[in-house]
C-alpha cells in the first residue's frame, strides 16, 4: 500500500517553497546596499561584492521563480533559463539606473573571461559547469554494462551526430541566407557550450553569437525533443538518449533526467558528440569544407 501511495502521491516541487522569498529578500537588500555604497552612503569598498551578491542571488531567483511559478506547460516558451536572462538584465538595469552607470558596462563585469571563480557572478555559475556535467557520470557509471553492449549504437550516433551536426548547420544557416558572422556562429550550435567556443575560434565566430546559439538550440531540444521523438514513433531508451544529448547538449540531457533508461546515453552522447565535432573542426581540410558549406572563405 505504501509502494501504490508513494506512486500515486504528487511531484515533489524541484525547489523549497522557502528558497524564492529568501533568493529575492537577498537580493533586494544587496541590490540597495550596493547602490548606497556606490553613492558613498556606505562602505565604497563593499559596493561591487554588495552588487555582484545582487546578480548571483536574482540569477538563482530566476531560475527558481522560473521552475516554480511558471506553470509546465508555459514553460515550453519561457524556459526557466529564459526566466533568469531576463530577471538578470532587469537587475542590471536597476543598478545601472541606481548607480548611474551604463548598463553595458555593468553587464560586461557578470563575467569576467579569464578571471577566478570568485571575481564575478558569472565566473562562479562557469566554475560550476564542471562539476554538474562531472555529475553525469553516476548515471553513465550505474548503467555502463548497458553502455558497453549498446557501443555499436553509441559509435554510429556520434558520428553521424557530429558530422551531420557541423555540416547541416553550416548548410541550413546558408540556405536561410543568415549574415557571415551568424553563418560561422551556427556552425557549433549542436556542442556544448566550453567546446562551441573552442570551435568558434577555429572557425572565425563570435563566441558570443556562438553561445547564444547554443542556449537556443538546447532550449529548442529540450522544450520539444521528447514530444517530436515520442510523435514519431521513438520509444527504445536508447534511441531516446543519444537524440536528446547529441541534438541538445547539456540543456538536452537535462531534459531526459525523468528517463532513467535514457538519461546515461543522452549524457555520454552529449560527451562524445562535442568530441568528436571538435577533432572534426580541428582538421585543416575538414574545417575548410565546414565554412565552404557555409559560404564562407577559409579561416
Known amino acids: 500500500s505504501e509502494a501504490v501511495a508513494a506512486a500515486n502521491a504528487p511531484p515533489r516541487p524541484p525547489f523549497a517553497a522557502a528558497l524564492l522569498p529568501r533568493l529575492a529578500s537577498a537580493a533586494l537588500a544587496s541590490g540597495a546596499a550596493s547602490a548606497l555604497a556606490a553613492q558613498g552612503l556606505g562602505a565604497p569598498a563593499a559596493a561591487e561584492w ?12 530566476g531560475f527558481v521563480a522560473g521552475s516554480t511559478l511558471v506553470p509546465k506547460r508555459a514553460q515550453k ?6 526566466t533568469c536572462t531576463l530577471c538578470t538584465h532587469a537587475a542590471v538595469a536597476a543598478l545601472a539606473l541606481a548607480t548611474a552607470q551604463p548598463f553595458s558596462v555593468l553587464l560586461r563585469s557578470y563575467l569576467l573571461p579569464g578571471g577566478a571563480p570568485l571575481a564575478a557572478p558569472g565566473n562562479l555559475l562557469l566554475a560550476m559547469l564542471g562539476p554538474a556535467t562531472l555529475s553525469f557520470g553516476f548515471s553513465m557509471y550505474e548503467k555502463r554494462r548497458l553502455l558497453a553492449a549498446s557501443l555499436p549504437a553509441v559509435t554510429a550516433a556520434t558520428a553521424v551526430a ?6 547541416g548547420s553550416a548548410a541550413a544557416a546558408r540556405a536561410l541566407g543568415l549574415d557571415a558572422a551568424l553563418r560561422a556562429a551556427a556552425i557549433p550550435r549542436q556542442v556544448t557550450a566550453p567546446l562551441a567556443i573552442a570551435i568558434s575560434g577555429l572557425v572565425g565566430a563570435d563566441p558570443g553569437i ?7 538550440t538546447g532550449l529548442a531540444v529540450a522544450n520539444f525533443g521528447l514530444a517530436l521523438l515520442d510523435a514519431v514513433g521513438v520509444t527504445a531508451p536508447v534511441a531516446r538518449g543519444l537524440a536528446m544529448g547529441a541534438a541538445g547538449h547539456g540543456i ?6 525523468a528517463e532513467p533508461a535514457a538519461f546515461p546515453f543522452a549524457a555520454i552522447a552529449m560527451v562524445l558528440n562535442a568530441v568528436a ?3 572534426l573542426a580541428s582538421i585543416p581540410p575538414v574545417r575548410k569544407a565546414l565554412l565552404s558549406a557555409a559560404g564562407l572563405p577559409a579561416a
Not at 557530429?162 to 555540416?167: P, Y
Not at 538536452?252 to 533526467?257: F, K, N, S, W, Y
Open 277 to 279: 565535432s571538435t577533432v
Open 210 to 216: 556562438a553561445c547564444t546559439i547554443v542556449v537556443l
Open 77 to 82: 516558451l519561457l524556459h526557466p533559463l529564459l
Open 50 to 61: 554588495l552588487r555582484d551578491a545582487s546578480l548571483l542571488t536574482t540569477t538563482a531567483g
Open 252 to 257: 538536452g540531457t537535462a531534459a531526459t533526467a
Open 162 to 167: 557530429a558530422a551531420g551536426g557541423l555540416f
